[in-house]
Each structure stands twice: as C-alpha cells, then as structure tokens.
C-alpha cells in the first residue's frame, strides 16, 4: 500500500529552505513563521525517514539525501506549475485553443488573424501548431484544422478548403524564367527541395530518365525555409499553395504557371459535438468556414 503523500506546502516549505538556506527566510517569503516551516520540514523528514538538513551556524544546508531529494521536489513543483499553465485558458470564457499545421499556420492562418482579433477584440488565441492532433479531447484543444477528416460520431468535421502544390520562385527568378517552357525551365535555375518529398514532384522522376538535366541548390526539413530561399532568388521551390499564400498576394513569390503543380490533401475544420467549452470556440469555428471561402 502506497504511503499517504506530504502535503504539498511541506516541499514548498522545503524547496524554499533549500534554496534560501534558512528556515527563517523561507518562512518570509512564504509569510509563515519559522516554527510553521521547522514543523512542516520535521513531517517530510519523518516522512523520508532521514535528516534533510544540517545546521550550519544561523543557516541550514543540505543533506546528501537533501540534494537528492531537492531534485525530484523541483521537479514536481515545475510540473504542477506547467499544469496550472496548460489550464490557465479554461479561466478566460474568450479564449479558444485551435491545432493547426505549421505549413497553414504559417502561409494561411496567421495573416489573416488580425481580422479576426479585429473582429472580435476579447478573442485570446491558444495556437497549437507543433505536436500533430487529430481528434477533439477539449481538454488540449477545442478546434482542429487537419488533412485527416474524422467519421468519429463525437466529432463534427466540415470541409475547410482545398490545398496544392505549386511551384514558386522570387520575383526576379520569374522575370528571367516568364518565356521558359516546361520542362526546359527546370533545368535553368536550381531547385529548391524539401526532405520529405525528394522527387520533388510527382512526375520528376519519369522527366529525369527522358534525360532533364536538373540541379539542386538546397534540401531543408522545413517548408517554410524553401518559402525565405526562394523570396532570396535562390531558386524553384514546390511548395503546398496555402503555405505560400500570403507571400504570393504580397509578390514576395511567383507562381510559375508553365510547372505543373500537384493535389495535397484538403484541410477539415473539427469540433466536439458538445456543447462548446467557450462561445469564443463556436466563434472561431465560423470564421475559420467564412474566411476560407470568402
């Protein structure tokens, strides 16, 4: 049977010691009285079954087993105090926690949140882009934007809009390239390439055994460097259009029509079917629809 745990002022009483190296100043940072602070140490040293502490004239220092023990006492103060962080937003009934990938939260979504901000000035955004989620807890999340749609009956998932990749240069690369026809162009100027697609598209590898001479100048894990080497003149990327969207309006990049782009997967928009944990999630979810058609 597991020994009851010591209650948790005892290891702030601790971890406070610890640090200050004295019971008398711990006492004052956490407005208690040095006999508060003694008795809550004597528990957990019962509790350890050894001595934590040794006088060392007015102040106290550490044990081996202390030093030990400090470790794991931080440890689980930092980990409660992270888990205070990850529900802080369910304090605030204006806050929505939204997933999206990197590549659409880069190109697509995060132009476009200063209208909704604008829109809706209370509006605080929770925006998960790192670690992959595909389905509703809301408990980490309230709405998801994936390439995966969800039959899942707890779950309502809405087509969201469509994505592809295209091919996209600088400016002045698409100036030299314009009269460049396919697939000629592609042996003009280096291309671009990301790890996870090493053909680069579809159809390069039937156009390399019909002979095309290509070069490649740069081979990134991430999408968006090809967007900032490509806006640096350094050549052809192919990149999904929603991740070049907002370089594409503001002429950072070109789209070189004469390539032939490709289908990507296209983007669902989730929710719970329960009631939503804030209006702000109900909000957000038909802006997220409205912006994507409008």
Request: glycine content about 2%.
């Given at each position: 049977m597991m020994?009851?745990?010591?209650?948790?002022?005892?290891?702030?009483?601790?971890?406070?010691?610890?640090?200050l190296g004295s019971f008398s100043r711990a006492a004052a940072e956490l407005a208690l009285t040095q006999s508060a602070i003694s008795h809550q140490i004597q528990h957990l040293e019962e509790w350890v079954a050894q001595p934590l502490f040794r006088r060392i004239g007015r102040g106290v220092a550490l044990t081996a087993a202390g030093e030990l023990f400090l470790q794991t006492v931080q440890d689980t103060i930092k980990l409660l105090s992270n888990g205070r962080d990850r529900i802080e937003p369910y304090g605030n009934l204006n806050s929505v926690l939204l997933y999206s990938p990197p590549h659409v939260t880069y190109g697509w979504l995060m132009p476009r949140l200063p209208a909704l901000k604008a829109?809706?000035?209370?509006?605080?955004?929770?925006?998960?882009?790192?670690?992959?989620?595909?389905?509703?807890?809301?408990?980490?999340?309230?709405?998801?934007?994936?390439?995966?749609?969800?039959?899942?009956?707890?779950?309502?998932?809405?087509?969201?809009?469509?994505?592809?990749?295209?091919?996209?240069?600088?400016?002045?690369?698409?100036?030299?390239?314009?009269?460049?026809?396919?697939?000629?162009?592609?042996?003009?100027?280096?291309?671009?390439?990301?790890?996870?697609?090493?053909?680069?598209?579809?159809?390069?590898?039937?156009?390399?055994?019909?002979?095309?001479?290509?070069?490649?100048?740069?081979?990134?894990?991430?999408?968006?460097?090809?967007?900032?080497?490509?806006?640096?003149e350094m050549g052809i990327a192919m990149v999904s259009r929603l991740l070049a969207d907002d370089a594409l309006r503001h002429g950072r990049l070109v789209e070189l029509t004469q390539i032939p782009g490709f289908a990507l997967p296209p983007l669902w928009l989730k929710k719970s079917r329960l009631p939503p944990r804030t209006e702000a999630a109900e909000v957000t979810f038909d802006w997220l629809l409205a912006a994507a058609t409008g």
């Open positions: 020994r009851r745990l010591p209650p948790l002022q005892c290891m702030l009483a601790f971890e406070a010691s610890a640090r829109r809706y000035p209370e509006l605080e955004i929770w925006l998960l882009s790192e670690r992959e989620i595909r389905e509703i807890d809301r408990i980490d999340v309230d709405l998801i934007i994936s390439a995966h749609p969800s039959n899942s009956p707890d779950m309502v998932c809405m087509p969201l809009m469509n994505d592809g990749a295209v091919a996209v240069c600088g400016p002045q690369t698409a100036q030299r390239l314009a009269a460049r026809p396919f697939p000629q162009v592609l042996s003009e100027v280096p291309l671009l390439s990301d790890e996870a697609r090493p053909e680069w598209a579809p159809w390069m590898p039937e156009l390399r055994r019909q002979g095309l001479e290509i070069t490649r100048a740069l081979t990134v894990e991430d999408q968006r460097l090809l967007l900032s080497a490509a806006e640096q």
